[in-house]
């Protein structure tokens, strides 16, 4: 049984889910996104980490005076750094988005979720059982119906850039 790895792969769902959830994609790439925090956003949380870090300092010399800097600024670092980790691929015959994959035979209509149409798109058309990807910092989105009976998830709905361009992947690659 195939399946595609929505919400499968968080419970462990078939055979060819729990073997290849946990693996990078390899092959021919066709589209490559990654879902990054954009630079504009890091001066504020950085500025407020070395406030937090400068009222634990507070003028003491030694240790005290720069740990408080070097572990409040690096973990606000990485936390933006890991926030913008995922990637939206087509490698050869499947869409990958993050660690979720799925077999571009189970791919159905696609739909660009423009940038203003995404409130309506998270929120009352939102399917409890859809798969979702959400970053707040990219506009756009893509909705993926799936033709999968087997799948508990009636659509894919996930943040991309270039929305028109992956969907235009999808159909080709799909059909």
């Known amino acids: 049984m195939t399946q595609s790895v929505g919400a499968a792969a968080a419970r462990g769902g078939a055979g060819e889910v729990n073997e290849r959830a946990g693996r990078r994609p390899d092959g021919k790439v066709h589209f490559e996104q990654r879902l990054a925090v954009p630079l504009t956003w890091f001066p504020l949380p950085l500025v407020g ?31 933006l750094l890991w926030m913008g980790r995922v990637r939206v691929r087509v490698v050869d015959d499947e869409l990958w988005v993050g660690e979720a994959h799925l077999p571009l035979r189970f791919v159905g209509d696609v739909e660009v979720v423009p940038a203003a149409e995404k409130r309506r798109a998270l929120g009352p058309e939102l399917d409890p059982a859809a798969f979702l990807v959400h970053r707040g910092w990219v506009g756009p989105m893509l909705r993926v119906h799936l033709t999968d009976p087997d799948d508990p998830a009636p659509y894919w709905i996930f943040s991309v850039r270039d929305p028109e361009r992956l969907a235009q992947i999808l159909r080709e690659r799909a059909a």
């Open 49 to 79: 980490a070395a406030i937090m870090a400068a009222t634990v300092h507070r003028g003491y010399p030694g240790v005290r005076s720069w740990l408080p800097y070097v572990i409040t600024i690096g973990v606000v670092l990485a936390w």
